[in-house]
C-alpha cells in the first residue's frame, strides 16, 4: 500500500501535497479505481522540515569511498535515513534468516508516531547530524540553515 499526502482546496477537492504524492497519482492510470484510507495528520510542516533536514544532511555527507565485489559503492538516502533514525534512539532490534541482528528504524509514519514522539525524534535527530554528518555545525547554526530551507515549504 503507498500513502500519500493530499490537501484540501478551497473548492473541496484533494490535491497531492507534495512531490511525491503527485509523481504517484501521475502514474494512475486515468479511470482507475483506488481506495483511500483518511487520517488527520500530525505537524506536517514539522514532518517536511524532518525530511529537509535529512535531504541537508544527506546532501552534505561524503562518506570513506568504498568497493564491493569491484563496484563502486554510493550512498543511498533511505540507508542513510534508517541509519540517522537507528542512531537517534528510534530502531527496533531485528533478526535476519541469516541469525544476524539488525537495527531498523521505527515508522515515522503519522499513523505510527504522535506528535510528541516526532518531536523527541527530530531534536535526536539533529544531534546525531551535529555529531556524525555535519560536524563544522553547532545546533543553533543548524537550526537557523533548517528555518531558511524550510520557510519556502
Not at 39 to 62: D, G, S, T, V
Not at 124 to 151: F, P, S
Amino acid at each position: 500500500m503507498t500513502a500519500i499526502v493530499l490537501m484540501k482546496t478551497p473548492g473541496g477537492a484533494l490535491v497531492p501535497a507534495d512531490p511525491q504524492a503527485s509523481e504517484y497519482i501521475a502514474r494512475l492510470k486515468l479511470g482507475a479505481p483506488v481506495k483511500a484510507e483518511v487520517k488527520r495528520m500530525r505537524n506536517y510542516q514539522f514532518h517536511k522540515k524532518l525530511f529537509a533536514l535529512l535531504n541537508f544532511a544527506f546532501e552534505n555527507w561524503e562518506p570513506v569511498e568504498a568497493t564491493y565485489k569491484g563496484q563502486v559503492v554510493r550512498k543511498n538516502f533511505d540507508q542513510f535515513r534508517n541509519d540517522v533514525t537507528c542512531l537517534a534512539g528510534f530502531g527496533e532490534t531485528t533478526i535476519t534468516l541469516k541469525g544476524e541482528v539488525r537495527v531498523v528504524a521505527k515508522s515515522i509514519s503519522f499513523g505510527a508516531m504522535s506528535q510528541d514522539e516526532f518531536d523527541a525524534l527530530y531534536n535526536a535527530v539533529c544531534e546525531v547530524v551535529v555529531k556524525r554528518v555535519l560536524q563544522n555545525y553547532d545546533r543553533e547554526a543548524l537550526d537557523e540553515v533548517m528555518e531558511r530551507l524550510t520557510r519556502f515549504l
